[in-house]
């Protein structure tokens, strides 16, 4: 049963526009969000996070906006660049009653091609 | 800056061959993580440890189990190889800090097993 989903497998855009990365989740227990981005050959590397308190999240280029009513959140990268070509991860988690953090439960994935 | 290290890049294996997986992260992390990643499935997690000598399983045990007798080092264990096993093979860290669970990766391990 997968608690979190990537529906889109891949997505093209052309280099300055937008990437709209979705992400649907159906554990209402999860508090915590989180993107990576991983080369080929390549761990995955964090790239922004968001709390259940909070709608939005801005790093620069990428912003994380998270609706809980409807349980899907959103990563944006504008203006795109040919090097976020890569594969994104949406991640989720819950602090577990015992005490103990979380652990991390991934999507999919969706593969970014920015085309120059 | 946090390192994660994975022992191998790349392994091939024989079919009912034991492997090993080693991991040493260098940030003093209570917790450490075994997921692998295969093509339209994600990263699933296969076994996660929040102390020395604790373990739990994840989505994905069946065929291993893990050892984690130093803080630092959690082993992933096949315990007899077969090749619905080769997959790229992850490694990760992270402190226990409530609702901080930002995860630091390995470069991963690509394991065949012919």
């Known amino acids: 049963d997968q608690q979190v989903k990537q529906n889109s497998p891949s997505l093209s855009v052309q280099e300055g526009r937008i990437s709209i990365l979705n992400c649907d989740y159906t554990?209402?227990?999860?508090?915590?969000f989180l993107w990576y981005k991983k080369y080929p050959a390549e761990g995955p590397t964090f790239l922004i996070s968001?709390?259940?308190?909070?709608d939005k999240n801005e790093d620069g280029r990428f912003t994380v906006f998270l609706n809980k009513s409807a349980k899907h959140l959103s990563l944006h990268i504008v203006p795109s660049q040919p090097g976020d070509s890569a594969v994104y991860f949406c991640?989720?988690?819950?602090?577990?009653?015992?005490?103990?953090?979380?652990?991390?439960?991934f999507g999919q994935g969706t593969t970014l091609q920015v085309k120059p | 800056d946090v390192k994660v290290t994975q022992s191998s890049r790349y392994l091939v294996k024989r079919t009912g061959e034991k492997v090993f997986l080693e991991c040493v992260q260098d940030m003093d992390h209570e917790n450490m993580f075994w997921y692998r990643q295969d093509p339209g499935l994600g990263l699933r997690l296969i076994y996660f440890s929040y102390d020395v000598k604790m373990k739990e399983k994840g989505d994905i045990p069946e065929g291993y189990s893990v050892s984690r007798e130093k803080k630092e080092r959690f082993s992933l264990i096949l315990e007899s190889a077969s090749t619905n096993q080769t997959s790229m093979y992850l490694c990760?860290?992270?402190?226990?800090?409530?609702?901080?669970?930002?995860?630091?990766f390995g470069q991963g391990t690509r394991l065949t097993v012919v």
């Open positions: 991640a989720a988690s819950a602090v577990l009653g015992s005490g103990n953090t979380g652990k991390l439960i």
């Open positions: 554990n209402s227990m999860f508090d915590y």
């Open positions: 968001i709390s259940s308190i909070k």
């Open positions: 990760a860290s992270s402190f226990d800090e409530g609702l901080t669970t930002e995860a630091f």
